[in-house]
């Protein structure tokens, strides 16, 4: 995965571990760093290009699928609400509803771009946290490993 003057597109880059992905990829050279945020004015950093997504929402799904050749799926949602014995089925609803069709919704709206750069868009797959030698690449960074698994299936 080559960072130095790419395009990226990091999902709720505005904290925690998306913030930490954005500024290294900054650090590393990459020309732009899409902050996909639900809410911009909470992008901190005037390296990083604040854009409108939640990955919840197509229309802003669709909008944010622009020239990035390096995506990384970090939005995520876990918590009180998904806890098995004091959780409720709508909060693991929610979780299932942002995790995992946010995920899947994000790299579909941005695999024909990453295809024209050197991956056909049919071979792409949500890779946990690992880089890829091509010269598009979908990251994500899910801890569940069963809705991994799940994601990986084709
Ligand atoms: N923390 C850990 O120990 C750990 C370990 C392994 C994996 N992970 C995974 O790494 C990822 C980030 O973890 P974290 O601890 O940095 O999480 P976090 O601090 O809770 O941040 C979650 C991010 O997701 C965003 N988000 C939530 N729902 C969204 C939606 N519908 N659309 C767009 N953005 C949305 C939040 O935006 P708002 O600011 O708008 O709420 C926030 O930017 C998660 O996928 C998590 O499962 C975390």
């Not at 395009?7 to 050279?29: P, Q, S, W």
């Not at 020239?67 to 299932?96: E, H, P, W």
């Not at 024209?116 to 797959?125: E, F, N, P, W, Y």
Request: net charge positive.
């Amino acid at each position: 995965m080559e960072i130095k003057e790419s395009t990226a597109l990091v999902t709720g880059a505005n904290r925690g571990i998306g913030y930490v992905f954005a500024r290294a990829l900054i650090a590393r050279g990459a020309a732009t760093v899409y902050a996909g945020v639900r809410d911009p004015a909470s992008v901190s950093g005037e390296d990083l290009t604040p854009l409108r997504l939640d990955v919840t929402v197509p229309e802003e799904v669709a909008a944010a699928a622009g020239d990035a050749t390096i995506v990384i799926n970090n939005v995520g949602v876990g918590g009180f609400t998904t806890k098995l014995l004091t959780g409720s089925f709508d909060g693991a609803r929610q979780a299932v509803e942002i995790n995992y069709f946010g995920t899947w919704a994000v790299s579909r709206a941005c695999a024909p771009v990453l295809g024209t750069k050197g991956l056909s868009a049919a071979d792409h797959r949500l890779v946990p946290a690992a880089a890829r030698r091509s010269a598009g690449s979908v990251l994500g960074t899910s801890s569940a490993r069963s809705q991994r698994r799940r994601i990986h299936e084709r």
